[in-house]
């Protein structure tokens, strides 16, 4: 890092030095270590050495950790870079420049979907080296980037909840007026697209709260450049001006969600539809999507929103019978005319997503795997997934797979038939477990139980996800249970402790 830190030697702008200096600082943003902050282990120690160098590369290092660093590195780079020059250390010429930046406008270039947001910050150094901080607001949590008509945009790879989304990308430009007059020809021109002027301090708030989801997500899907403008975009957003205010996403309870559904299926939009007790559960699901997934926005719709729904969310989260996934399709396209009329969505922006929306029909049948097409018996599906969590069922039967079958009851007289068991139900359950572990004694089976019960509910999630990747390398399940009881013990009560030594656990060896 210090031998990268020579470059700043070279520049004579502010601007270039705090953009190699992000540079710097990304280069291990994202990253999880065992043990620890990933800023402790590795940015603080850093601060350390750049001071025990003493080099003018180390100075300038530690002259923009100052500024951009964190609020613990900041502290000590900038009782480093004194200690520096009072040694006599050479100062680089941009030093008395760097972070004097001040903010002037904001804009929003937004697509009439809803689906992301490009917010462009302007920034000058008294005047001097304008620039715009262009900052991608993704609110489909995953689905594949769209640029908002940016020409400069690189292309992104695809992949404590705010009301606004992610930031997914960021970007510099010096050519301010040319990307602002491009902006407003697009918003003039594009009928799906609008651009205009955004109160600064709502730009903070909205942008300091997707950073933090975005800061937040272990492997969030950003470009895999935006590292190396995190501790930049971080320090712009920081000297906006505070007191601005998150749209507030609505809060559908249970009556309103019924209300919004009767509406539709009264609708003339919903008029053709033939079998309304399926299509009746289809909206449902249509609903509880938009409102837990897209930041509380049920009558929502966009191509992206409605891809991910019928392709991803669907096939992982939902157990659909046959004439449900049938009907879904159908139904999806109704309450696009209908909901789109309700929110001003552009007719062709309707016609987008229709079109969106047919394409996605072809592989919606591929994309949603029905248990039965596997052999799976539909009674033992019913059985583990009460809940129609679709996504729950291969972790429910890593847990419980001995669901048929009769066996003696263990220190009691008669036989029980496991088929008549209800797994959701903790005493029966209890009795599953007793069979998978005939003479344990009660302190065996009740750590079976508590592990059980949290793979049931798929709380942490990261539990699940560490049984897989140990079941990919190699380890058998009865082993990888005792692994995991023994990390619950240890940390069970402890949630941050918990997942960070399921994180190590998930990267042991394979067995021998």
């Known amino acids: 890092m210090l031998l990268h830190a020579r470059?700043?030697?070279?520049?004579?702008?502010?601007?270039?030095?705090?953009?190699?200096?992000?540079?710097?600082?990304?280069?291990?943003?994202?990253?999880?270590?065992?043990?620890?902050?990933?800023?402790?282990?590795?940015?603080?120690?850093?601060?350390?050495?750049?001071?025990?160098?003493?080099?003018?590369?180390?100075?300038?290092?530690?002259?923009?950790?100052?500024?951009?660093?964190?609020?613990?590195?900041?502290?000590?780079?900038?009782?480093?870079?004194?200690?520096?020059?009072?040694?006599?250390?050479?100062?680089?010429?941009?030093?008395?420049?760097?972070?004097?930046?001040?903010?002037?406008?904001?804009?929003?270039?937004?697509?009439?979907?809803?689906?992301?947001?490009?917010?462009?910050?302007?920034y000058t150094y008294g005047g001097a080296e304008r620039h715009a901080l262009v900052i991608l607001v993704d609110r489909n949590k995953g689905g594949p980037i769209q640029p908002a008509g940016f020409p400069f945009?690189?292309?992104?790879?695809?992949?404590?909840?705010?009301?606004?989304?992610?930031?997914?990308?960021?970007?510099?430009?010096?050519?301010?007026?040319?990307?602002?007059?491009?902006?407003?020809?697009?918003?003039?021109?594009?009928?799906?697209?609008?651009?205009?002027?955004?109160?600064?301090?709502?730009?903070?708030?909205?942008?300091?709260?997707?950073?933090?989801?975005?800061?937040?997500?272990?492997?969030?899907?950003?470009?895999?450049n935006f590292g190396s403008y995190h501790a930049f975009v971080r320090a712009r957003v920081d000297i906006l001006p505070p007191g601005g205010r998150l749209p507030q996403a609505p809060v559908h309870g249970r009556d309103r969600r019924a209300t919004i559904a009767a509406r539709f299926l009264?609708?003339?939009?919903?008029?053709?539809?033939?079998?309304?007790?399926?299509?009746?559960?289809?909206?449902?699901?249509?609903?509880?999507?938009?409102?837990?997934?897209?930041?509380?926005?049920?009558?929502?719709?966009?191509?992206?929103?409605?891809?991910?729904?019928?392709?991803?969310?669907?096939?992982?989260?939902?157990?659909?019978?046959?004439?449900?996934?049938?009907?879904?399709?159908?139904?999806?396209?109704?309450?696009?005319?209908?909901?789109?009329?309700?929110?001003?969505?552009?007719?062709?922006?309707?016609?987008?997503t229709l079109d969106a929306l047919w394409d996605a029909t072809a592989k919606f049948a591929e994309a949603y795997r029905d248990p039965a097409a596997f052999g799976l018996d539909r009674e033992l599906v019913d059985r583990l997934l009460p809940d129609g969590d679709l996504e729950a069922l291969p972790r429910r039967a890593f847990a419980l797979p001995f669901l048929s079958g009769t066996h003696r009851r263990s220190g009691r007289h008669g036989f029980i038939n496991l088929s008549t068991l209800d797994p959701a139900d903790p005493d029966d359950r209890r009795a599953i477990l007793e069979f998978e572990h005939p003479g344990a004694d009660e302190e065996h089976i009740v750590a079976h139980e508590r592990l059980t019960e949290r793979l049931w509910d798929g709380e942490p999630p990261q539990l699940w996800e560490t049984a897989r990747s140990l079941l990919d390398v190699g380890y058998e399940r009865h082993e990888i249970l005792h692994k995991l009881i023994d990390v619950l013990d240890r940390n069970g009560d402890e949630p941050e402790a918990l997942r960070q030594a399921l994180r190590v656990l998930r990267h042991e060896p394979p067995p021998e």
């Open 7 to 122: 470059e700043l030697l070279a520049l004579r702008s502010p601007l270039d030095a705090e953009l190699v200096i992000s540079e710097i600082l990304g280069s291990w943003w994202g990253r999880r270590v065992p043990d620890g902050d990933v800023e402790e282990v590795i940015g603080e120690p850093l601060v350390d050495y750049a001071r025990t160098a003493g080099t003018p590369a180390a100075l300038a290092l530690l002259i923009g950790m100052a500024y951009m660093g964190t609020p613990r590195q900041a502290a000590k780079a900038e009782g480093a870079a004194l200690e520096l020059m009072e040694n006599g250390v050479a100062r680089p010429g941009w030093a008395d420049r760097v972070g004097m930046v001040a903010p002037e406008e904001c804009y929003v270039s937004r697509d009439v979907y809803g689906d992301q947001d490009s917010i462009v910050c302007t």
């Open 153 to 224: 945009v690189p292309a992104a790879r695809p992949g404590r909840t705010p009301s606004v989304g992610m930031v997914r990308d960021a970007w510099v430009s010096s050519r301010v007026d040319t990307l602002l007059d491009h902006c407003r020809r697009e918003g003039r021109e594009n009928p799906l697209m609008r651009f205009e002027e955004y109160d600064p301090r709502d730009a903070k708030a909205l942008l300091q709260s997707a950073l933090d989801l975005t800061d937040d997500t272990d492997d969030p899907p950003v470009n895999e």
């Open 266 to 352: 009264a609708s003339d939009e919903a008029d053709g539809l033939s079998d309304l007790s399926a299509a009746s559960r289809c909206v449902d699901r249509i609903i509880d999507y938009g409102c837990a997934h897209d930041f509380g926005r049920p009558l929502r719709v966009s191509p992206i929103k409605c891809e991910m729904f019928l392709l991803d969310w669907l096939p992982r989260k939902v157990l659909l019978s046959p004439s449900e996934q049938e009907a879904v399709p159908h139904v999806l396209a109704a309450w696009v005319r209908w909901a789109g009329k309700r929110t001003g969505l552009p007719e062709e922006g309707i016609r987008a």
